[in-house]
């Protein structure tokens, strides 16, 4: 067929509106005098540059406009508008915008020329084709098929019904696709199936009434940061967790009595195993949870029978604590602002359940941990994240809040709260399958992410080495919890004292409890020692990735992709990722297993483990054994180690290590605030910029422009560059020094 083109003052008004937008004034370039009609009902389409970097693309009912498109609270329209009216912008290259009719096509080019996505829209059913390209498509939220997301069919269904829950998850769809060859999308609306099985792609709204507007955001930047700042831009930047929640979290599940659970957390103390915060399940998930019943705020009397005293006790023992919450409803409305009717508790309105939490909030609890809401629309989704973040602030305003989901939507990074992958099976499978689940979801904006470590139900496979295994890549997520059925085998000493505590897989298909020969393990307690160790060790480098996240949009579990594009072996693997900028990992995701194949990108590497020097650009083999995942450190780098401590919050006297890893130079910052408050917002925060110089052997320490020292006032340092031994000492004190190694 033919193509026709548009009206020739339409294209030129478009193609160089475009241009002139970006370095005026950003207005949305509407085609007025030329409609469209999609799925029978007539229409517009308008075009606005929001960046150097994206053009938002929005066709919409001639009756309601292109500008009035549904606000689903995922986008920030808010802030979009605000650049749409800004006058003073530099003078970047732009984007360019051209459309032709029958088929209507919308091509989208970088400002060199270079060709990045073309969307062809099929007019009588509104479905969406748009260009693969070569590489890997990843992206697109939590769950659903691995790695690479081409080739697979995806009605991006929400929840835990969503795609093999028992080895990928619950599914959260992000509808942000990153096409690793120089492209990536995000579909704000409508909400639809991607088939990206094959050569193009297609997109087909799941609601034939709402098949308009179509709101598709085209970002044209090929540098990976750059891509991930586009998205924060469009849907907003990672809001900072309370330092807590980075510590291990325990739960509980079935609980006896006050005495068992108070014996547990002076367990950990005892033992000097690092924790911060335990976890308790709900009566109804369990026979006995920390309320009455299901859904109920009221502790139970045989477990908490004096709340507030408890929950003073776990605060003395430096515990935070986080209770398990649900909500039943199928819609969520409103903010938590909002005044709720005192004639009547209507369950759908934000204000109204948030109330119900917030004595149990006044007695101490700290968190909370919602559960379900599979049945919740995406608006909803999102607008209980928003409450679990808004709602704690009304009581402790200057306290950041801290809540665990298992749902999500677009923009939830910006309320700092966390997800875990929901109700998985203890397999081999499911943990191999997961590290490319956590990549994603990295990629997807949502960075604070973590699973049940072991799995949540028990089943044949579950032994001391897969919950050995898992819990190492546990270490290395974001999110640090165990939680799951047979609980007491998720305590890290649970191995090993010959009781599986309360049974509880009984009606629940395929759930198996281990061998009785499984329970005297002496082996899992110190090596779960050693890698909660070395997370509260690695804290200081942990934290500054939380913050770069909070900066940048960066996810703080990263695809090899994000620092090696121009790699395609590296690209292409979604077995091992980055841990922030510098530390590689490759989980061990097979039984048994006395080696592990790890790919190592260009430059030069150090095993963690042994300091050993090793050539990248190609795979190597490392021995394992059950006490070893595979580390490996970037040439050029340097690790910040504070001491071990007990809680994220425990003072010492210990000094910071920073272990220099060899290349042409290298560099680090050690980022702190409170961890507690929002107080940073307001520039109380310190940045500690450390950089080595290989060919002199010096190293510089200064404090970064805009910081200041946060106390103590004087910082002891210690150095040691890898695989040396010998380490000097140096104090600082906020004034810039270079001392030789």
Same mark, same amino acid.
């Given at each position: 067929?033919?193509?026709?083109?548009?009206?020739?003052?339409?294209?030129?008004?478009?193609?160089?509106?475009?241009?002139?937008?970006?370095?005026?004034?950003?207005?949305?370039?509407?085609?007025?005098?030329?409609?469209?009609?999609?799925?029978?009902?007539?229409?517009?389409?308008?075009?606005?540059?929001?960046?150097?970097?994206?053009?938002?693309?929005?066709?919409?009912?001639?009756?309601?406009?292109?500008?009035?498109?549904?606000?689903?609270?995922?986008?920030?329209?808010?802030?979009?508008?605000?650049?749409?009216?800004?006058?003073?912008?530099?003078?970047?290259?732009?984007?360019?915008?051209?459309?032709?009719?029958?088929?209507?096509?919308?091509?989208?080019?970088?400002?060199?020329?270079?060709?990045?996505?073309?969307?062809?829209?099929?007019?009588?059913?509104?479905?969406?084709?748009?260009?693969?390209?070569?590489?890997?498509?990843?992206?697109?939220?939590?769950?659903?098929?691995?790695?690479?997301?081409?080739?697979?069919?995806?009605?991006?269904?929400?929840?835990?019904?969503?795609?093999?829950?028992?080895?990928?998850?619950?599914?959260?769809?992000?509808?942000?696709?990153?096409?690793?060859?120089?492209?990536?999308?995000?579909?704000?609306?409508?909400?639809?199936?991607?088939?990206?099985?094959?050569?193009?792609?297609?997109?087909?709204?799941?609601?034939?009434?709402?098949?308009?507007?179509?709101?598709?955001?085209?970002?044209?930047?090929?540098?990976?940061?750059?891509?991930?700042?586009?998205?924060?831009?469009?849907?907003?930047?990672?809001?900072?967790?309370?330092?807590?929640?980075?510590?291990?979290?325990?739960?509980?599940?079935?609980?006896?009595?006050?005495?068992?659970?108070?014996?547990?957390?002076?367990?950990?103390?005892?033992?000097?195993?690092?924790?911060?915060?335990?976890?308790?399940?709900?009566?109804?998930?369990?026979?006995?949870?920390?309320?009455?019943?299901?859904?109920?705020?009221?502790?139970?009397?045989?477990?908490?029978?004096?709340?507030?005293?408890?929950?003073?006790?776990?605060?003395?023992?430096?515990?935070?604590?986080?209770?398990?919450?649900?909500?039943?409803?199928?819609?969520?409305?409103?903010?938590?602002?909002?005044?709720?009717?005192?004639?009547?508790?209507?369950?759908?309105?934000?204000?109204?359940?948030?109330?119900?939490?917030?004595?149990?909030?006044?007695?101490?609890?700290?968190?909370?941990?919602?559960?379900?809401?599979?049945?919740?629309?995406?608006?909803?989704?999102?607008?209980?994240?928003?409450?679990?973040?808004?709602?704690?602030?009304?009581?402790?305003?200057?306290?950041?809040?801290?809540?665990?989901?298992?749902?999500?939507?677009?923009?939830?990074?910006?309320?700092?709260?966390?997800?875990?992958?929901?109700?998985?099976?203890?397999?081999?499978?499911?943990?191999?399958?997961?590290?490319?689940?956590?990549?994603?979801?990295?990629?997807?904006?949502?960075?604070?992410?973590?699973?049940?470590?072991?799995?949540?139900?028990?089943?044949?496979?579950?032994?001391?080495?897969?919950?050995?295994?898992?819990?190492?890549?546990?270490?290395?997520?974001?999110?640090?919890?165990?939680?799951?059925?047979?609980?007491?085998?998720?305590?890290?000493?649970?191995?090993?004292?010959?009781?599986?505590?309360?049974?509880?897989?009984?009606?629940?298909?395929?759930?198996?409890?281990?061998?009785?020969?499984? $329970?005297? +393990?002496?082996?899992? =307690?110190?090596?779960?020692?050693?890698?909660?160790? %070395? *997370?509260?060790?690695? @804290?200081? #480098? $942990?934290? +500054?990735?939380?913050? =770069?996240?909070?900066?940048?949009?960066?996810?703080? %579990? *990263?695809?090899?992709? @994000?620092? #090696?594009?121009?790699?395609?072996?590296?690209?292409?693997?979604?077995?091992?990722?980055?841990?922030? *900028?510098?530390?590689?990992?490759?989980?061990?995701?097979?039984?048994?297993?006395?080696?592990?194949?790890?790919?190592?990108?260009?430059?030069?590497?150090?095993?963690?483990?042994?300091?050993?020097?090793?050539?990248?650009?190609?795979?190597?083999?490392?021995?394992?054994?059950?006490?070893?995942?595979?580390?490996?450190?970037?040439?050029?780098?340097?690790?910040?180690?504070?001491?071990?401590?007990?809680?994220?919050?425990?003072?010492?006297?210990?000094?910071?290590?920073?272990?220099?890893?060899?290349?042409?130079?290298?560099?680090?910052?050690?980022?702190?605030?409170?961890?507690?408050?929002?107080?940073?917002?307001?520039?109380?925060?310190?940045?500690?910029?450390?950089?080595?110089?290989?060919?002199?052997?010096?190293?510089?320490?200064?404090?970064?422009?805009?910081?200041?020292?946060?106390?103590?006032?004087?910082?002891?340092?210690?150095?040691?560059?890898?695989?040396?031994?010998?380490?000097?000492?140096?104090?600082?004190?906020?004034?810039?020094?270079?001392?030789?190694?």
């Amino acid at each position: 067929m033919t193509r026709e083109r548009l009206p020739r003052r339409n294209a030129l008004k478009l193609l160089g509106g475009a241009i002139a937008a970006t370095y005026l004034d950003f207005p949305s370039i509407l085609l007025a005098e030329d409609q469209v009609e999609i799925a029978g009902r007539k229409a517009q389409i308008s075009a606005s540059p929001i960046s150097a970097h994206t053009v938002r693309v929005r066709i919409a009912d001639i009756d309601s406009g292109p500008r009035n498109v549904g606000e689903d609270g995922a986008v920030l329209e808010a802030q979009l508008r605000q650049l749409a009216t800004h006058k003073s912008l530099p003078r970047p290259s732009a984007p360019r915008v051209s459309i032709e009719r029958n088929p209507l096509t919308i091509q989208i080019s970088d400002a060199g020329g270079r060709a990045v996505q073309q969307l062809r829209v099929q007019e009588d059913t509104g479905s969406i084709t748009f260009q693969l390209n070569e590489g890997p498509v990843l992206g697109m939220g939590e769950g659903g098929p691995q790695f690479d997301r081409r080739g697979n069919v995806d009605p991006m269904r929400s929840g835990q019904g969503g795609y093999h829950l028992r080895t990928h998850g619950g599914r959260v769809p992000i509808q942000w696709l990153i096409g690793t060859s120089g492209w990536a999308m995000f579909v704000h609306q409508p909400l639809g199936t991607f088939d990206l099985s094959g050569s193009e792609g297609r997109f087909t709204a799941n609601d034939s009434a709402k098949r308009l507007p179509i709101d598709i955001f085209v970002v044209t930047a090929k540098e990976p940061a750059q891509v991930m700042a586009e998205y924060a831009r469009i849907t907003g930047r990672p809001e900072m967790p309370p330092l807590w929640s980075l510590g291990y979290q325990q739960s509980h599940r079935t609980i006896a009595s006050r005495e068992e659970i108070l014996s547990v957390a002076h367990t950990f103390r005892e033992k000097k195993l690092p924790c911060d915060a335990l976890i308790y399940l709900g009566t109804g998930f369990c026979p006995s949870g920390w309320n009455t019943e299901n859904g109920s705020f009221q502790f139970n009397p045989r477990v908490f029978a004096e709340p507030k005293e408890i929950l003073d006790e776990f605060h003395r023992m430096n515990f935070r604590v986080v209770l398990h919450s649900v909500i039943l409803t199928r819609t969520l409305r409103g903010t938590v602002q909002d005044a709720c009717s005192l004639s009547r508790f209507d369950e759908e309105e934000v204000s109204c359940y948030w109330n119900a939490h917030r004595k149990d909030f006044a007695m101490g609890v700290d968190g909370w941990w919602p559960d379900e809401g599979d049945p919740l629309d995406a608006a909803s989704r999102l607008t209980r994240h928003r409450m679990y973040y808004e709602g704690p602030q009304l009581d402790r305003p200057n306290q950041r809040p801290y809540s665990l989901h298992r749902n999500g939507y677009a923009g939830m990074q910006r309320y700092g709260t966390f997800l875990w992958s929901g109700d998985v099976y203890s397999t081999w499978e499911t943990l191999k399958t997961h590290v490319p689940i956590a990549i994603n979801t990295g990629l997807s904006g949502i960075p604070f992410w973590g699973t049940d470590t072991g799995g949540f139900v028990p089943t044949k496979e579950f032994t001391g080495e897969l919950y050995v295994r898992w819990f190492q890549f546990s270490a290395f997520c974001p999110l640090f919890r165990s939680h799951g059925r047979t609980w007491k085998l998720r305590l890290p000493w649970g191995w090993n004292t010959g009781e599986l505590g309360p049974n509880e897989i009984s009606n629940y298909g395929e759930a198996v409890n281990p061998d009785p020969s499984e $329970l005297h +393990n002496p082996d899992v =307690e110190p090596i779960c020692r050693k890698y909660l160790e %070395l *997370r509260y060790r690695l @804290l200081p #480098y $942990l934290y +500054n990735a939380v913050r =770069e996240s909070h900066d940048t949009g960066l996810p703080i %579990l *990263r695809a090899l992709w @994000l620092h #090696y594009p121009d790699d395609p072996t590296a690209v292409a693997r979604g077995d091992q990722y980055l841990w922030g *900028r510098d530390i590689l990992v490759a989980p061990v995701t097979e039984k048994g297993a006395k080696s592990k194949s790890v790919y190592l990108p260009r430059g030069d590497w150090t095993d963690f483990w042994t300091e050993q020097k090793i050539e990248g650009g190609r795979e190597v083999t490392r021995p394992v054994d059950l006490a070893t995942i595979p580390l490996y450190v970037r040439a050029g780098s340097i690790l910040p180690f504070g001491p071990v401590k007990q809680f994220t919050g425990e003072g010492s006297d210990g000094p910071l290590l920073l272990v220099i890893y060899p290349g042409a130079g290298g560099s680090c910052t050690i980022y702190e605030d409170d961890g507690n408050t929002f107080n940073h917002r307001r520039g109380e925060w310190m940045k500690i910029g450390a950089r080595w110089d290989g060919a002199q052997r010096k190293l510089s320490v200064q404090l970064l422009p805009g910081s200041s020292m946060l106390p103590p006032l004087r910082r002891k340092i210690e150095v040691r560059v890898a695989p040396e031994k010998e380490t000097r000492t140096l104090e600082f004190v906020g004034h810039p020094i270079t001392v030789s190694i």
